[in-house]
C-alpha cells in the first residue's frame, strides 16, 4: 500500500522543508531571535510566564516575549494554506482530564498549574534524569513550525507550533541499544484535572511511538504556538506534536519520558483496542471501524458550502516519514 520512496538516500527534512520556502526566509529573522539572544532571557525564565499572562490580561496565556508586538505573533508566516485562528485552536480542544466536550479544556484547564514543572527522563537510557522546564526550553533552539493537525474524529487545524525537534533531547540523553520505544507519560493529577479518575480512560493519558520516529527531525516537542507559550487546554507546559500522526498521539502536559524495550500500551489503545492502534498514522485508506478517514474537515471552513478536504497520505508527509514504515503492511499496523 505504501508507494516506495524513490529517493532512498532519504535524508531528514530541514525546517525550509515543514513549511514554505519563502516563509521561512521571511521568519528567518525572528527563529534567530527565538533561538537566543535577546529572546534567550525571555524564553530561558518560564517563570516569566504568569507574569506574562497577567500582562495579556484575560484567557491567552502571554507573548513569547520576543514575539510581543508581532502581528498575531507570526510575523512574515505564509502559508499555501490558511492559518487556523488562534480562537478555534484554543477553544475546540481534546484533553479529555478536563472534560470530553471539546469546549470543557478551555473552560476548565485554568486550574493547571504548570510551574513548577518537571519532565523525567527514565528507562534504558546512558543518562536519565529530571529536567526544570526552563532547562528543557534551553536545551535547543526554538523554532516556529506550521503542521497540520488531524484528528481522529475527522477534523483538522493549521498551527504555528513553537519548539524543537524531540530528537535533540533524545540525543541528549543517549538511549541504550535495547531502546526501541518511547512512551510519554502525561499529568493526572485529581486535584487540578476533574476528569482524572472518571473511567472514560485509563489514566495517566500515555502515549508511544517508536524510537525512529520519536527522533524523526518532524517529531517537535512544543512549549507555544502562535508565538505564545501553549495555552493550558492545548497541553502547556511542554506537549508533543507528530503531524503524520492523528492528533491522539501528540501528548499534551507531559511529565515522563520512559525508554523501553516493547511496544507501550497507550492511553486510546487500552480504551478501543480494535479502534486505535499504535501507529495511528492518518491514513486515508484505512476507514476507522465506524467511520471513513478519506476526507476532513478543515475547523473554521465550516459553513453551508464548505466542502471536505481529501485527507493526504500521512497528513501529506509522506515524502518526509514515508520510508518509516516501508515494507510495512498499514492496514494491520494501523
Ligand atoms: N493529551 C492528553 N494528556 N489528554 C488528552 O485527552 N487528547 C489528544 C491529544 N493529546 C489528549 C492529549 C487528542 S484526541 C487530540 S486530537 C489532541 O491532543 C488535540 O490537541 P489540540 O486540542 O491542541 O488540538
Given at each position: 500500500?505504501?508507494?516506495?520512496?524513490?529517493?532512498?538516500?532519504?535524508?531528514?527534512?530541514?525546517?525550509?522543508?515543514?513549511?514554505?520556502?519563502?516563509?521561512?526566509?521571511?521568519?528567518?529573522?525572528?527563529?534567530?531571535?527565538?533561538?537566543?539572544?535577546?529572546?534567550?532571557?525571555?524564553?530561558?525564565?518560564?517563570?516569566?510566564?504568569?507574569?506574562?499572562?497577567?500582562?495579556?490580561?484575560?484567557?491567552?496565556?502571554?507573548?513569547?516575549?520576543?514575539?510581543?508586538?508581532?502581528?498575531?505573533?507570526?510575523?512574515?508566516?505564509?502559508t499555501?494554506e490558511k492559518l487556523t485562528d488562534y480562537k478555534d485552536a484554543s477553544t475546540y480542544n481534546n484533553f479529555?482530564?478536563?472534560?470530553?466536550d471539546k469546549a470543557d479544556p478551555a473552560?476548565?484547564?485554568?486550574?493547571?498549574?504548570?510551574?513548577?514543572?518537571?519532565?523525567?527522563?527514565?528507562?534504558?537510557?546512558?543518562?536519565?534524569?529530571?529536567?526544570?522546564?526552563?532547562?528543557?526550553?534551553?536545551?535547543?533552539?526554538?523554532?516556529?513550525?506550521i503542521y497540520r493537525l488531524r484528528c481522529v474524529e475527522g477534523w483538522s487545524m493549521v498551527i504555528p507550533w513553537?519548539?524543537?525537534?524531540?530528537?535533540?533531547?533524545?540525543?541528549?540523553?543517549?538511549?541504550?541499544?535495547?531502546?526501541?520505544?518511547?512512551?510519554?507519560?502525561?499529568?493526572?493529577?485529581?486535584?487540578?484535572?476533574?476528569?482524572?479518575?472518571?473511567?472514560?480512560?485509563?489514566?495517566?493519558?500515555?502515549?508511544?511511538?517508536?524510537?525512529?520516529?520519536?527522533?524523526?527531525?518532524?517529531?517537535?516537542?512544543?512549549?507555544?504556538m502562535y508565538?505564545?507559550?501553549?495555552p493550558?487546554q492545548n497541553?502547556?507546559?511542554?506537549?508533543?506534536v507528530?503531524p503524520?500522526?492523528y492528533g491522539f498521539?501528540s501528548?499534551?502536559?507531559?511529565?515522563?519520558?520512559?525508554?523501553?524495550?516493547?511496544?507501550?500500551?497507550?492511553?486510546?489503545?487500552?480504551?478501543?483496542?480494535?479502534?486505535?492502534?499504535?501507529?495511528?498514522?492518518v491514513?486515508?485508506?484505512?476507514?476507522?471501524?465506524?467511520?471513513?478517514q478519506?476526507t476532513e474537515r478543515r475547523i473554521g471552513e465550516d459553513g453551508l458550502f464548505a466542502k471536505k478536504r481529501k485527507t493526504l497520505?500521512?497528513n501529506g508527509?509522506?515524502?518526509?516519514?514515508?520510508?518509516?514504515?516501508?515494507?510495512?503492511?498499514?492496514?494491520?499496523?494501523?
Amino acid at each position: 500500500m505504501l508507494i516506495p520512496s524513490r529517493n532512498p538516500g532519504f535524508n531528514h527534512p530541514h525546517s525550509s522543508d515543514i513549511t514554505p520556502r519563502a516563509a521561512y526566509e521571511d521568519r528567518r529573522q525572528m527563529l534567530k531571535l527565538l533561538a537566543g539572544g535577546a529572546a534567550g532571557a525571555a524564553l530561558a525564565s518560564w517563570a516569566g510566564r504568569e507574569a506574562m499572562a497577567q500582562q495579556a490580561g484575560a484567557a491567552r496565556p502571554g507573548k513569547l516575549a520576543v514575539l510581543a508586538g508581532a502581528k498575531s505573533g507570526v510575523a512574515g508566516a505564509a502559508t499555501m494554506e490558511k492559518l487556523t485562528d488562534y480562537k478555534d485552536a484554543s477553544t475546540y480542544n481534546n484533553f479529555y482530564e478536563f472534560g470530553t466536550d471539546k469546549a470543557d479544556p478551555a473552560r476548565n484547564a485554568h486550574t493547571l498549574k504548570t510551574t513548577p514543572w518537571t519532565v523525567e527522563i527514565e528507562g534504558l537510557v546512558k543518562k536519565p534524569g529530571k529536567y526544570g522546564i526552563d532547562d528543557l526550553l534551553k536545551l535547543s533552539a526554538q523554532e516556529e513550525r506550521i503542521y497540520r493537525l488531524r484528528c481522529v474524529e475527522g477534523w483538522s487545524m493549521v498551527i504555528p507550533w513553537v519548539g524543537y525537534s524531540l530528537a535533540e533531547l533524545i540525543k541528549r540523553v543517549e538511549p541504550q541499544g535495547s531502546a526501541k520505544y518511547v512512551e510519554f507519560v502525561t499529568l493526572a493529577d485529581k486535584a487540578t484535572m476533574p476528569y482524572v479518575g472518571s473511567r472514560v480512560l485509563d489514566w495517566p493519558y500515555v502515549e508511544g511511538l517508536r524510537l525512529d520516529e520519536a527522533m524523526h527531525p518532524l517529531t517537535l516537542l512544543a512549549f507555544g504556538m502562535y508565538g505564545e507559550v501553549l495555552p493550558n487546554q492545548n497541553g502547556a507546559p511542554v506537549r508533543l506534536v507528530v503531524p503524520w500522526k492523528y492528533g491522539f498521539k501528540s501528548a499534551k502536559s507531559i511529565v515522563k519520558i520512559r525508554f523501553v524495550e516493547k511496544e507501550p500500551g497507550t492511553a486510546w489503545n487500552k480504551a478501543a483496542k480494535q479502534e486505535y492502534g499504535f501507529y495511528s498514522n492518518v491514513n486515508p485508506e484505512v476507514d476507522h471501524p465506524r467511520w471513513s478517514q478519506a476526507t476532513e474537515r478543515r475547523i473554521g471552513e465550516d459553513g453551508l458550502f464548505a466542502k471536505k478536504r481529501k485527507t493526504l497520505m500521512f497528513n501529506g508527509y509522506e515524502a518526509q516519514v514515508g520510508q518509516l514504515y516501508a515494507g510495512m503492511d498499514l492496514k494491520k499496523f494501523y
